[in-house]
RNA sequence: GGGGCUGUAGCUCAGUAGGUAGAGCAACGGACUUUUAAUCCGUAGGUCUCGGGUUCGAGUCCCGACAGCCUCACCA
């Protein structure tokens, strides 16, 4: 349905034209058989020196090389004259190809005029070096694979345009230096994670996306409709209750990793939807969760090939040895303000001091709104910041004799909220009180609005003593691949639609 | 939602005081059997995001809209 008339798209759909004339499906088919570019690469050394001893002295021996076959994009080309190379990248490398007229027949030569960049095609060939010492295919035969009929972006400096890059994530993969590596790294990541939650016994499973009511967490639900029940419905904004009753139904160590939905701003560390780690250990308590995730985060690193110890995100150094430091909340607080953590007071005289709005705000809210602009971005870490107060921690256990303090921890790095973990509260009465405290005086929007009455049945049904832990994914791998955004370690970042 | 910045050829970017738009890459034609961001010669390619306004004249100045980025707010 050619409406465009783009004289760039015209020229490939002339050759386009050609090929299909050749006999050739411009739009090609299975194609087996072939070796990774990267694999292709290692068996330089069985380059070697075939009829040595027939060599004249002084003269260069004849090298040979194994016959590989390989496909992929077209991602430069260079002709001169009867010679072409060309670049060609699979997904896990690129190598140059070597086209010599009188090397692959006419019928080849014929084809390879009909190549543009962006093209896909598969290739036989002996992998050698030319003059210059370049690792290359010399072709003996072309496959036509796949017409590109768009031009690509700029050889050199790819795409630049970082709404091009997000609305076309198929150029920024196949183009952009480092890109696409960047998301098997993810992919890496969240394998590790899942393998070592194995090796710890947990099982994963699938709650529910849509629910009835939005808890777990503090944030604004994205609102769906379900026709045959006529009742509004709310995308998951955590995975923590459910995951909960879990516990109460026996899964032991439980885990989901999926999808969660806040409708709130977008920024460098805010997607609307995002992917989380929740797990629940019975028995445990959040030293057990400090282990856990310095194991979680330990084996992620290795998974990419990364040294713990020498790992930087933002130019900043990280050692990731564990055991990673533990420092109460009053210690970094007291550390980063010069103030006195249990001196609500001076506490409210800073805040105000830092332009915070105190009035009628709990000492707790205000400590931690202080906490949020002053001290955050401050704990390069790793560091588990535990012990936070209590009042800002409904679905915590307390600390035994200290019903002011709650059995919490967040990973710090480089300012960033990596992971959360509470020992989880399974006092039935105590979270209901909590419940029903938060609920005063707020508006109607927010989505811990209502009370989630199934939930308190089911810790009245006896919840096991348990470790919690979240890990935000997203900031994980950010963290790990040294990714500023996080819209560069999601794929489909959500973008407003392009006009139509 | 507030504030700031950006939007020019398919892509990467220039654009001088306001005087009818330039380069590189890509494309097209030509030369080249060892190039590697190949090189050399030539050709073609534009609703300057969109809509108003000021002006004899707007890519440029003003207003508005749209989109992106940064930042603040929201996000226990």
New binding site residues.
Partial sequence: MPESI???E???R??LRKIAEMGIDPWGGRFDNTQPIAAIRNRESEIVAVGAGDCHVGQPPEMHGPLVRAAGRIV????????M?L?LRDWTGQI?L?I????VGEQNWQLAQQL??GDIIGVDGELN??????L?I?VSQLHFLTKSL??????????????????MRYLDLAYNEGVLQRFLKRTHIVQSVRQTLADHGFVEVEGPTLHAIA??????PFITHHNALDIDLYLRI?LELHLKRLLVGGLERVYELGRVY?N???????NPEFTMLEAYQAYGDYHTMMELTEQIVLQAIRAIGADPAQMQFAGQKLDFTAPFARRTYDEVFAEHTGVPADDPEAIRRYATQIGLETAGKHPD?IK?EVF??KVEDALIGPVFVIDYPAS????TKRKRHRPDIAERFELYVCGMEIANAYTELNDPDLQEELFSR?LEGLPEEQS?ARMDRDFIRALRHGMPPAGGLGIGIDRLVMLLTDT??I?DVILF???????Q
């Fill in positions: 783009n004289p760039l015209a020229a490939r002339e050759k430069l080309q260079r002709r001169a004259g009867k010679l190379f670049d140059q070597l010599g007229k009188s090397q543009d960049l070096r030319t003059r210059t010492g370049e290359s010399f768009e031009p690509p972006p700029e050889k050199y400096h790819g795409l630049q345009d970082p709404e091009l890059r997000q609305r808890g777990g967490a503090a944030a604004r955590a806040r709130e701003g977008i920024s460098p560390r805010h809210v931690s949020e602009a800002i921690c409904p679905l938060q811990m500023p955004t819209r970042p959500l973008l407003r639609p392009e006009a």
